[in-house]
Each structure stands twice: as structure tokens, then as C-alpha cells.
């Protein structure tokens, strides 16, 4: 009886000790660090968003005129010309 109490605490033991192994090895991969910020790809990607946002009101604009289908049949044929 003796033994098999023995055997089952250091298999407990163990499994603690692996698994708290295995914990402090993730945590050193969350220590590595991050690359700086790209401010060139931050300066293009609000210059994007501006331009969406412009074309977007634009069309907005011209769909509540008085003649919504003739000023974005219009707006298509300028970009068209482009």
C-alpha cells in the first residue's frame, strides 16, 4: 500500500512541476518585442480613410439631389475620363 501512495505522489509532483514548466515558457514568449510603428503605412492608411470618406459623402450628396440618377451617372463618367 505503501508504494502505490509513493508512486502517486511523485506522479503528482511531476505533473505539477510540467505543468508549471510549460507556464513559464509561454511567458517567455510574450516578452519579446514589438517592431516600432510603421508611420509611413499609419500617414497612407489615413490618407486612404480621408479619400473613402470624401468619395462616400460625395455620393451621398448627389444620390439626395434633385436629380440623383443624372449626377452619379455623371460622377461615373468623370472618373471614367480619368
Same mark, same amino acid.
Given at each position: ?17 510540467? *505543468? #508549471?514548466?510549460?507556464?513559464?515558457? =509561454?511567458?517567455?514568449?510574450? !516578452? ?6 510603421? @508611420? ?18 460625395? *455620393? #451621398?450628396?448627389?444620390?439626395?439631389? =434633385?436629380?440623383?440618377?443624372? !449626377? ?6 468623370? @472618373?471614367?475620363?480619368?
Amino acid at each position: 500500500m505503501d508504494d502505490w501512495v509513493s508512486v502517486l505522489c511523485l506522479v503528482g509532483v511531476g505533473s505539477l512541476l510540467a *505543468i #508549471l514548466g510549460f507556464r513559464s515558457r =509561454k511567458r517567455k514568449d510574450d !516578452d519579446v518585442e514589438s517592431p516600432p510603428p510603421n @508611420r509611413a503605412a499609419d500617414a497612407a492608411n489615413d490618407t486612404i480613410q480621408q479619400t473613402f470618406q470624401d468619395e462616400v459623402s460625395g *455620393i #451621398l450628396k448627389r444620390a439626395r439631389g =434633385k436629380d440623383p440618377a443624372g !449626377d452619379l451617372a455623371d460622377k461615373g463618367n468623370s @472618373r471614367n475620363r480619368r
